[in-house]
């Protein structure tokens, strides 16, 4: 069984550029979340996205934005992009709604870097 | 507000010893716990979670945690380490009254193994 993909693995923008990120899930998994992992922090929640529709999101600017597709995968779009946005950002999928309710499977990220 | 702390940054423990890396935690009603490992240039990968019962909860590579109320802690153990536990250890609570079962996520703690 395929887990999470992530594409690109890396992905190096210059400043006021727009950066898409792309998640697919594992089969059956509707819902699908998007982190933010910066050097010497924690996860970072950033959104939450099931059966297409956004339930959630965290405490990030609305240049922070994603849309789920009919087959469940997603696009994280970070617009007008700033130094501090480089980071590894992490999808995550699960069958069940909420990371917190059962266990979520991470994708290995794509690490971003704003020159 | 919701929070979790793991107050170490980094756990040095030699092969075969006994690790215990630490988490600490703060919600509202009861927790949920979890813990998750990042192996290098790996996505994460749930270890264990603690949801209701028993206090101890055996998990994954044989990491084991257990849940203590009065001390608000959910400490990650391995009674003898091996040289590919070296990782980076995320612990994760939710609240049982969070309606949108997000995470809320600690910082990480970096478990270095020697031989």
């Known amino acids: 069984e395929a887990g999470v993909t992530q594409s690109p693995t890396h992905l190096i923008k210059t400043r006021g550029q727009q950066a898409t990120l792309r998640c697919s899930p594992i089969s059956g998994h509707t819902s699908v979340y998007w982190y933010q992992q910066a050097l010497g922090l924690g996860l970072q929640f950033l959104l939450w996205y099931d059966e297409g529709e956004e339930r959630n999101r965290g405490n990030f600017p609305p240049r922070f934005s994603g849309r789920q597709f009919p087959n469940y995968s997603s696009e994280l779009n970070v617009n007008a992009l700033e130094l501090e946005d480089s980071a590894l950002y992490l999808c995550a999928s699960s069958l069940e709604q909420g990371t917190g309710s059962t266990r979520a499977f991470f994708g290995q990220g794509t690490r971003l870097t704003v020159v | 507000a919701q929070s979790v702390a793991q107050p170490e940054d980094q756990v040095n423990v030699a092969e075969g010893n006994p690790l215990t890396v630490k988490c600490t935690y703060s919600?509202?009603?009861?927790?949920?716990l979890f813990w998750y490992v990042q192996y290098p240039n790996r996505g994460l990968q749930f270890l264990l979670k603690y949801i209701t019962g028993d206090n101890l909860v055996k998990g994954s590579y044989g990491f084991e945690a257990e849940f203590n109320k009065s001390q608000t802690s959910f400490h990650l153990k391995k009674p003898s380490a091996l040289v590919s536990d070296s990782a980076l250890y995320f612990c994760?609570?939710?609240?049982?009254?969070?309606?949108?079962?997000?995470?809320?996520w600690g910082a990480g703690t970096k478990l270095i193994i020697k031989p």
């Open positions: 994760a609570v939710r609240s049982s009254m969070d309606s949108n079962y997000q995470l809320i």
């Open positions: 919600v509202s009603g009861n927790p949920y």
